[in-house]
């Protein structure tokens, strides 16, 4: 839900001094721990931009009415939709875009979100939009990591920072670290269960366990959202790479990470959590 009085304040009067002074980059990466608020703040700049009210943006008139709702022809929104990845058959789109001029407005805004999630066919196919932008066109990129954005993409945009020097810590840090958003980590909650029986399922494998296939079952059984999902693979990579510190462990704990690599592409091709957990389970037996 957009919510243009949620935004970053200071970032916004930066902003609002560009639009005024008609120095607008075109192109931003929004680096905010807090994806919602950055994108928020894009969209207020859209709103700024187009706004037919006293106060801009007010929020209210019909320009910005349009925006906030998703239906103005010349603000658009990429975004994963729950995907684990951002494509280019998402970003695609956005170049043909580019060859149209505004319909409504004086200037077009094409907006990326979690743009961490971006496959390096998308992130390679957006270059072309960030270097030559034919039309009018202001691209913001939203992240919540911007060292998991392409150092090339990376260097066609301004960098606009929302965290105020404050980094997050602990296991908020290492989720945001492998590319979770703040929503998805708030929708995970405690973690102390499914620590417990990744754990749990970890050892089992390394030992040779067949009840790790029974586990296989519970966990996949048990994690009905993405994000948990999602959480299962990231903690069983997170182990992995704890134990390559243990010369006693270091082998196993390479070819379990060789095997996970394996498992990540079967996720990407659509393949079920349940049946990437087998794979993995039987591969350990």
Same mark, same amino acid.
């Given at each position: 839900?957009?919510?243009?009085?949620?935004?970053?304040?200071?970032?916004a009067e930066f902003l609002q001094r560009?639009?005024?002074?008609?120095?607008?980059?075109?192109?931003?990466?929004?680096?905010?721990?807090?994806?919602?608020?950055?994108?928020?703040? @894009?969209?207020? +700049?859209? *709103?700024?931009?187009? *706004?037919?009210?006293?106060?801009?943006? $007010?929020?209210?008139?019909?320009? *910005?009415?349009? /925006?906030?709702?998703?239906?103005?022809? $010349?603000?658009? &929104?990429?975004?994963?939709?729950?995907?684990?990845?951002?494509? /280019?058959?998402?970003?695609?789109?956005l170049k043909e875009e580019l060859a149209?001029?505004?319909?409504?407005?004086?200037?077009?805004?094409?907006?990326?979100?979690?743009?961490?999630?971006?496959?390096?066919?998308? @992130?390679?196919?957006?270059?072309?939009?960030?270097?030559?932008?034919?039309?009018?066109?202001?691209?913001?990129?939203?992240?919540?990591?911007?060292?998991?954005?392409?150092?090339?993409?990376?260097?066609?945009?301004?960098? %606009?920072?929302?965290?105020?020097? #404050?980094?997050?810590?602990? !296991?908020?840090?290492?989720? &945001?670290?492998?590319?979770?958003?703040?929503?998805? %980590? $708030?929708?995970?909650?405690?973690?102390?269960?499914?620590?417990?029986?990744? !754990?749990?399922?970890?050892?089992?494998?390394? #030992?040779?366990?067949? &009840?790790? +296939?029974?586990?296989?079952? !519970?966990?996949?059984?048990?994690?009905?959202?993405?994000?948990?999902?999602?959480? %299962?693979?990231?903690?069983?990579?997170?182990? @992995?790479?704890?134990?390559?510190?243990?010369?006693?462990?270091?082998?196993?704990?390479?070819?379990?990470?060789?095997?996970? %690599?394996?498992?990540?592409?079967?996720?990407?091709?659509?393949?079920?959590?349940?049946?990437?957990?087998?794979? &993995?389970?039987?591969?350990?037996?």
């Amino acid at each position: 839900m957009i919510d243009i009085k949620n935004i970053g304040t200071r970032q916004a009067e930066f902003l609002q001094r560009a639009y005024e002074q008609k120095k607008l980059a075109h192109s931003y990466l929004f680096v905010d721990s807090d994806e919602h608020r950055a994108l928020n703040t @894009a969209y207020w +700049l859209a *709103c700024l931009f187009n *706004c037919t009210g006293e106060t801009k943006p $007010d929020g209210s008139c019909q320009n *910005c009415r349009q /925006i906030l709702s998703g239906n103005h022809p $010349d603000v658009l &929104l990429v975004e994963p939709q729950g995907k684990q990845t951002l494509g /280019i058959d998402q970003v695609r789109p956005l170049k043909e875009e580019l060859a149209k001029s505004p319909v409504e407005s004086k200037r077009r805004f094409f907006f990326i979100n979690e743009a961490q999630k971006m496959t390096l066919a998308a @992130a390679n196919g957006l270059l072309n939009l960030l270097e030559e932008p034919v039309a009018p066109v202001v691209t913001i990129l939203i992240t919540n990591n911007s060292d998991q954005i392409l150092p090339t993409v990376r260097s066609r945009t301004q960098i %606009i920072n929302f965290d105020n020097g #404050e980094k997050p810590s602990g !296991k908020t840090a290492i989720l &945001l670290e492998n590319g979770f958003t703040k929503s998805e %980590i $708030d929708e995970l909650g405690n973690l102390d269960k499914w620590d417990q029986e990744i !754990k749990y399922f970890y050892q089992e494998m390394l #030992e040779h366990n067949s &009840l790790a +296939l029974v586990s296989v079952h !519970k966990l996949s059984e048990g994690a009905k959202l993405m994000s948990e999902q999602r959480y %299962i693979l990231v903690r069983l990579k997170l182990l @992995a790479e704890h134990d390559l510190t243990d010369t006693r462990k270091m082998l196993n704990a390479a070819q379990m990470l060789k095997d996970l %690599i394996e498992v990540d592409k079967m996720r990407l091709s659509n393949v079920s959590l349940r049946n990437a957990l087998d794979y &993995l389970a039987l591969r350990w037996k």
